[in-house]
């Protein structure tokens, strides 16, 4: 297993806490979209078509921000189907997440519904949270979680692999760039860890970003880990914002035509963290999933 380890003194205080501790899973959040904003006519809607069974375009249609890191119906899918997000929606708390109940008691709350109106007639009858109260105290924790996250900027910092989607041919290098977005505070750094189909690429290298985390080193266990972790650290604390690149990676392409690998990304150790010297701050992250496919060369057709 590769290990890429990056540290600085914030960071390392950052790390005395955060390894310590068990690994973070994905976060679930009321932003369905990721687009910063919490919306009736986008999340609310997309978190009731999903409970409806809707998938692919009859998610999705008319339904995702302009703004959204997160808008095709199988990323939207797989995240409201994450474990997080099992718990997280289930608002009355019957152990169940329905349409009727949970899904329009969310929509109605981000239309700003209070009181009688936001529960009516949308209570499960397994419920064990009946009262306008509690309902309204959910959702506003919900929120406030929400416009809480990265220094209230309201939203979270996104992990993704570019590009999402590809075709590859067999014996081509398949270049990889793990980039991260939206994020707008002090950051010391983060470990995640990256894992794939070896059957279809195997991995031959890693480039660390050294503009942003600076003074890194790696050491590798093995010539081909699987999954791989990743440590960067940043000692400026500045504030990074906007794109940014975090690692390149590089593959080998071993696949027949017709395989496909998905590029997958979790928290590992402590996931990423902000201002260093303690209280370390745990920041939330969505991770994006690429995928690759293996097309038959133009030769061979």
């Known amino acids: 297993m590769t290990v ?34 919490l919306d009736a006519l986008t999340d609310g809607l997309l978190l009731m078509r999903h409970l409806f069974n809707s998938t692919g375009d009859a998610l999705t249609e008319n339904a995702v921000s302009a703004n959204a890191q997160r808008s095709s119906a199988g990323d939207i899918s797989a995240f409201l189907e994450s474990p997080e997000c099992q718990d997280f929606f289930d608002i009355d708390g019957d152990q169940q997440r329905d349409a009727l109940t949970d899904g329009l008691m969310t929509m109605r709350y981000l239309f700003g519904f209070s009181g009688p109106a936001l529960i009516q007639g949308a209570i499960s009858s397994n419920a064990t949270r009946t009262t306008e109260t509690e ?26 692999v570019l590009p999402a989607v590809s075709e590859i041919v067999n014996g081509d290098t398949l270049t990889v760039s793990i980039v991260g977005s939206n994020f707008t505070t002090n950051t010391d750094g983060g470990s995640f860890e990256l894992s794939w189909d070896d059957s279809v690429v195997n991995f031959t290298g890693i480039t660390i970003a050294d503009s942003l985390w600076d003074n890194s080193f790696d050491t590798r266990a093995n010539t081909n880990p699987n999954p791989l972790n990743i440590s960067v650290g940043n000692s400026a604390s500045t504030g990074i914002g906007g794109d940014f690149e975090i690692a390149t990676i590089t593959f080998n392409v071993v696949g ?41 060369s133009p030769a061979s057709n």
């Not at 959702?139 to 979680?145: G, P, V, Y």
Request: glycine share 8%; aromatic share 10%; net charge negative.
């Open 4 to 37: 890429l380890l990056h540290f600085t003194k914030r960071f390392f205080f950052a790390c005395a806490l955060l390894f310590s501790a068990n690994s973070y899973a994905l976060t679930c959040s009321l932003d369905i979209d990721n687009d910063g904003n």
């Open 135 to 160: 309902i309204t105290g959910l959702l506003d924790a919900r929120k406030t979680s929400f416009m809480d996250e990265d220094n209230n900027s309201g939203t979270a910092l996104v992990v993704r």
């Open 256 to 296: 027949q035509p017709g395989d496909a690998t998905s590029f997958v990304m979790v928290d590992a150790v402590g996931g990423w963290a902000q201002n260093g010297i303690l209280p370390v701050n745990k920041i939330n992250v969505i991770y994006d999933t690429a995928n690759v496919g293996v097309v038959a």
